[in-house]
C-alpha cells in the first residue's frame, strides 16, 4: 500500500464518531476537543474532531459545558445506552419496523431470545409514570 493509498482511506462518519465516543469512555471526567483529538492520533484534524463532536451533541449521545472560552465534552450514556440509541436510529428509517424487528428476532440465539422475553415481560410489568 502507498502512502496515496493509505490516504486514500478514509474513515466513516459512523466509524469516527464510535471512536470519539470510545475516547470520551476513557476519559475521567469532561475533556476538551484537544484531548479527543490527542486520544485519537495526529492525522485527524482538530476540525474533524470538533464537526464529529457536534454531530454528536445534535444525536444527544454527548454532552458539553462552557469551560473558559471553549467547551468540554462528555459521554451522555454509557456504551449499551448508546448501542440501543443506534438500533432505534437505525429501526426509525425502516418503512417495515415488524419486518425488520422480526428478521432481528430470529437471528438471535436461544439465550438472547429468552434474555430479550424476560427483559420485554419486565417492561410491561413495570408501571407508568
Known amino acids: ?13 459512523g466509524e ?14 469532561p ?4 484531548w479527543v483529538q490527542e486520544r485519537l ?7 474533524t ?15 458539553r459545558e462552557r469551560a473558559g472560552r471553549s467547551f468540554v465534552w462528555s459521554a451522555a450514556a454509557d456504551e449499551a445506552a448508546l448501542a440501543a440509541l443506534r438500533m432505534r436510529r437505525v429501526l ?9 424487528l422480526a428478521s432481528f428476532v430470529t437471528g438471535l440465539s436461544p439465550d438472547d431470545e429468552r ?9 410491561t410489568e413495570e408501571p407508568e409514570d
Do not use: F, N, P, W
Open 49 to 63: 474532531v470538533m464537526t464529529i463532536l457536534s454531530r454528536l451533541l445534535a444525536k444527544q449521545a454527548v454532552t
Open 16 to 29: 469516527l464518531e464510535a471512536q470519539v465516543l470510545a475516547a470520551l469512555h476513557e476519559a475521567t471526567g
Open 92 to 100: 426509525d428509517r425502516e418503512s417495515d419496523r415488524e419486518a425488520v
Open 115 to 123: 434474555l430479550l422475553r424476560l427483559l420485554l415481560a419486565q417492561a
Open 41 to 47: 492520533g495526529g492525522d485527524l484534524a482538530y476540525t
Open 31 to 34: 475533556v476538551t476537543a484537544a
Open 1 to 13: 500500500m502507498t502512502a496515496g493509498d493509505a490516504r486514500a482511506r478514509r474513515r466513516g462518519q
